[in-house]
């Protein structure tokens, strides 16, 4: 696996690729990386002649300083993940180098208007600012010509797919399917941050995702909401940001099953300072 940590080396490798008439797949990921990463990989390696892989901490996505300090670095560990999953190339690059000196990052971004108004947008201020931004730079270092992001980030997938629309990118955008844990857990690098108490109580989050599955379409939006508020206020550890049932097509928030034809539910809640997100398409 070719370990590629700037753009120099980055257009190297790819010219060779594209001569030999190859086509790329690209993995973006913030690496401490977990099984559910290695599904995308695994996809993409299976349908691109080379696939690269990103780790990089972004620092334009996260609104809060702690989060971003805590993030779980563990770079060694991660390559022998990806050299064990067959992935062809990984880009670590230096931050100075994503975001020189002097460059305002907003160059890249664009506006997603709705999108960052609702859930994770609405509760992390300019953080779909910061995945476009990135997603933006790496698309034009890259210019995969796939790309592959988890359904965990639901809201996230939808962003990416927008920008890839307004910027004309071309890129064929995938979505992979949720891994999860054997309590239902999604998995995800923030999971290394619970403590051992803590961790069953995470379940939690999967629990109502899968009773409100159940009772879609059955028992009134509303109801579902209270049930999810007094599963977790009678919980010691878990606290609920939000729990809500979207279009899964559009996000727009709901009040009754008839107003769409395909129905999500989207939550974060914390466990103390560890912020958990998941989602489930009620009625796939
Ligand atoms: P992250 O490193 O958290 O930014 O995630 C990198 C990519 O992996 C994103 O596209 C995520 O949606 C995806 N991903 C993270 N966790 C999971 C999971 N449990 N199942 C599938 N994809 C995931």
Redesign the pocket.
Known sequence: MKIIRSRQELNEYLQLEREAGHSVGLV????ALHP??I??IDRSVSENDTTICSLFVNPTQFNNEGDLTNYPRQEEEDFGMLRAASCDAVLVPEAAEVYPKGEDPGIHAIDFGFLETIMEGKHRPGHFRGVGIIISIFFEWVQPNRSY??E??YQ?LMVIQELNRRKNYGVDVIG?T??RESDGL????RNLRLTPEQRPHASLIYQCLKDASERSGKDSIETIYASVAEVFSSDEVMDLEYFEVADADSLKPISDWSEASRWVACTAAFAGEVRLIDNMVLNP
Do not use: F, I, N, R
Not at 186 to 189: F, R
């Open positions: 973006p990921t913030m690496g559910g990463h599904t995308l992001y988890g965990k980030d996230q992979c949720t891994v999604a998995m995800s690098s």
